[in-house]
Structures are given as structure tokens and as C-alpha cells.
T-cell receptor, first 109, second 115 residues
Framework: KNEVEQSPQNLTAQEGEFITINCSYS?????LHWLQQHPGGGIVSLFM???GKKKHGRLIATINIQEKHSSLHITASHPRDSAVYIC???????????FGTGTRLTIIP | GAGVSQSPRYKVAKRGQDVALRCDPI?????LFWYQQALGQGPEFLTY????????KSGLPSDRFFAERPEGSVSTLKIQRTQQEDSAVYLC?????????????FGPGTRLTVL
């Protein structure tokens, strides 16, 4: 069974700080997804990656397949980045995603 | 429409009542997923459709839960004889192709409260 763990569960930082959220999974995957969920529940897909690194604006996602670990980084954090960040993994031959419990990020002005 | 839509956005049901939750995926998307998200938790997989075929329903918590996608587009998740433990946000997501390696687009969810 694929298990996904995230850390930290909660993170509070000052505006401008560099943020790192970690995700570990237990079995080989076809892709790792990072989602952003704002208060009110709307979910936006940020990244899907199976190797290396992807960048979109101030957000960077990396994955280490050998170590079964992914990180989401936010540079120059801003209060509007405050949200819950969720990672999810898809396994080979299995279309469903298994998600972690999320990291609640709060950026203080 | 431009994105995945779900209705109703909020549903309050009395224990024992049947409910039906609707999902309109992005037009042309082959894959459709239903997830259940309890408060403070990540989404949990319920079921998966590829076009009209329900290929995986391993996450449905009991036989009170039933999902269909008869024409390969709109999907309905039905919960019979609702219980308080069914209270959660029900999320629908769609992807263009096979989803393990494809971006999933999420709807806003339906928040179900069972009294």
C-alpha cells in the first residue's frame, strides 16, 4: 500500500521567507502531484512531476526518485501563499492518487 | 465550461436521507475521479471512471455509496441512508487522459453535512 507523508503539518513564516514543504512516499510512482487548497476548499493543481525539477513563478518542485522524496519550495513568500499544500502520488498501473494530509502554510505580513 | 463544476456546493441531510452529488468534468476529459475529504485531512480516493466505465471503486466505504457516469461525461455520486460519518467534502476531478501521469483538475467540491 502506498503511503504518503508530509512535513511539517503546520508552518508559519514571515513574508519574504523561503519555504520548504516535504513529501515522502513508500512505493514506486508514476508521478507526484502538488496541489494548493485555499480556505473555502478550492483545489488547484500546481505541479505534476516524475523526475528532476519544475519551476513556475516563485514555486519550485523537486523529486528524488531513489529516496522517494519530493519538496515544494516557495521563494519570496507572500501572504497570498497562505493555503494548505497537499502532495499526492500515482502508482504504476493504478490510476488513483494517494494524498498526504497536507501542510497548512500561513505567511504573516 | 472552463473548469470542473459540482453541485450542489453545500448539502445538509438528515441521517437516513439519500443524497445525489453531481460532477460536470471538463469537456472531453476521459478520466473522472471522486474523492472524499474529511476535515483536516487530505482527499481520499473513492472511485475512478474512464469514459463511462467504472474501473476502480475500491475506495467506496460501503455499499451505500454508488457512482455512475452513464454517457462518459457527467457523473453522479449517490449516498443512500446517509450517516453522520459521511459528513465530508466530496471532490470531483477530471483529467484529459489516463490520470496517473496526467494533471487532475479539481472541482470546488460539495460539502455534505449529515445531521
Amino acid at each position: 500500500k502506498n503511503e504518503v507523508e508530509q512535513s511539517p503539518q503546520n508552518l508559519t513564516a514571515q513574508e519574504g521567507e523561503f519555504i520548504t514543504i516535504n513529501c515522502s512516499y513508500s512505493v514506486g510512482i508514476s508521478a507526484l502531484h502538488w496541489l494548493q487548497q485555499h480556505p473555502g476548499g478550492g483545489i488547484v493543481s500546481l505541479f505534476m512531476l516524475s523526475s528532476g525539477k519544475k519551476k513556475h513563478g516563485r514555486l519550485i518542485a523537486t523529486i528524488n526518485i531513489q529516496e522517494k522524496h519530493s519538496s515544494l519550495h516557495i521563494t519570496a513568500s507572500h501572504p497570498r501563499d497562505s493555503a494548505v499544500y497537499i502532495c499526492g502520488s500515482g502508482s504504476f498501473g493504478n490510476e488513483k492518487l494517494t494524498f498526504g494530509t497536507g501542510t497548512r502554510l500561513t505567511i504573516i505580513p | 465550461g472552463a473548469g470542473v463544476s459540482q453541485s450542489p456546493r453545500y448539502k445538509v441531510a438528515k441521517r437516513g436521507q439519500d443524497v445525489a452529488l453531481r460532477c460536470d468534468p471538463i469537456s472531453g476529459h476521459v478520466s473522472l475521479f471522486w474523492y472524499q475529504q474529511a476535515l483536516g485531512q487530505g482527499p481520499e480516493f473513492l472511485t475512478y471512471f474512464q469514459n463511462e466505465a467504472q474501473l476502480d471503486k475500491s475506495g467506496l466505504p460501503s455499499d451505500r455509496f454508488f457512482a455512475e457516469r452513464p454517457e462518459g461525461s457527467v457523473s453522479t455520486l449517490k449516498i443512500q441512508r446517509t450517516q453522520q460519518e459521511d459528513s465530508a467534502v466530496y471532490l470531483c476531478a477530471s483529467s484529459l487522459f489516463v490520470a496517473g501521469g496526467d494533471t487532475q483538475y479539481f472541482g470546488p467540491g460539495t460539502r455534505l453535512t449529515v445531521l
